[in-house]
């Protein structure tokens, strides 16, 4: 197959053109048939260039569990201690990282897999609360020179979501503030965050509809009004995270949809739009 060149450039107005950014979780996009990884090919063989940002909590913890580590969660975020990172880092950059690459390279497709120490991609500080949850990151800079140099190579990179800082001090990050900041700092005003539901769903009449549109406020209210509830409650406060920067939208898809990031990228009306208001 013959790779298109991919070029991308900051706008005048600082935007990357031609790119954006798509986040998902390690078990989601593992369970995506094989004609998603194929719409990735052909946006890539059309000279538009996903950067793609992962998780993988899920493995994470399976992990933890075999090696018989603790694992605690402090208000959302993993107590990450030096034995838990080493797992956390094993797991994300090593066996997920490279599932997501060879899924993508057995299409034809280009792509290379890397972790936020790589090149001092994603650099971090401690958050906050770092006395309860150990080494998470907040991020404080990415090199998106880095990602701009794999793209123009003819590569998709595939991020995971590792921080490092000026003394070699590896950080834990959440993948959906890794990703907004990886798409702020690469210039795209769109994220498209993949799941396994089709958008925020709410009750009209007796019937669950998904919401083609809300702003961060009427997230806030649905939640309190218990309309977004359980299991949605993390994937729209995670979606509500990657909208800082230059980000504007945030749209919620689910990945099975055929030709979804087409389709999103094409303006059609599908899945939710979360923006900032």
């Known amino acids: 197959m013959t790779q ?20 998902c979780g ?20 059309e000279g538009i260039a996903p950067v793609i940002v992962h998780g993988g909590g899920p493995a994470i913890s399976d992990n933890l569990a075999k090696l018989g580590i603790e694992t605690e969660f402090v208000g959302g975020l993993r107590k990450t ?3 838990v990172l080493d797992v956390v880092e094993m797991v994300l950059a090593g066996s997920i990282n ?3 690459v060879r899924l993508i390279q057995g299409t034809g497709a280009r792509a290379i897999g890397l972790s936020g120490v790589d090149g001092g991609l994603i650099q971090a500080k401690p958050v906050s609360n770092s006395a309860e ?23 998709m990179p595939v991020i995971a979501p590792i921080g490092v800082d000026a003394a070699g001090q590896r950080y834990n990050i ?18 498209i965050v993949v799941t396994d539901v089709p958008g925020i ?20 209210d649905m939640i309190q009004s218990g309309e977004i509830y359980g299991g949605m409650i993390p994937k729209v406060r995670a979606a509500i995270q990657c909208i800082q920067g230059k980000v504007k939208e945030v749209v919620i898809v689910d990945g099975s949809e055929p030709k979804i990031l087409s ?9 939710t739009r979360i923006v900032r208001m």
């Open 201 to 220: 769903m709410k009750n009209v009449d007796g019937v669950k509809k998904v919401l083609p549109s809300v702003t961060v406020q009427e997230i806030e």
């Open 98 to 100: 490279k599932q997501i």
């Open 174 to 191: 959440n993948a959906d503030t890794a990703a907004g900041a990886v798409a702020s700092h690469l210039g795209v005003d769109r994220m």
């Open 4 to 23: 298109a060149s991919t070029e991308v450039k900051k706008s005048s107005t600082g935007h990357t053109a031609g790119a954006f950014v798509m986040k």
């Open 81 to 83: 201690t030096e034995a």
């Open 133 to 155: 949850v150990g080494h998470v990151g907040d991020v404080t800079q990415v090199e998106s020179s880095i990602i701009e140099g794999i793209v123009n190579l003819g590569y």
């Open 263 to 271: 389709r999103v990228l094409e303006g059609e009306v599908i899945g």
């Open 26 to 45: 390690g078990s989601t996009l593992a369970a995506l048939p094989a004609s998603f990884f194929e719409d990735l090919r052909d946006l890539q063989a």
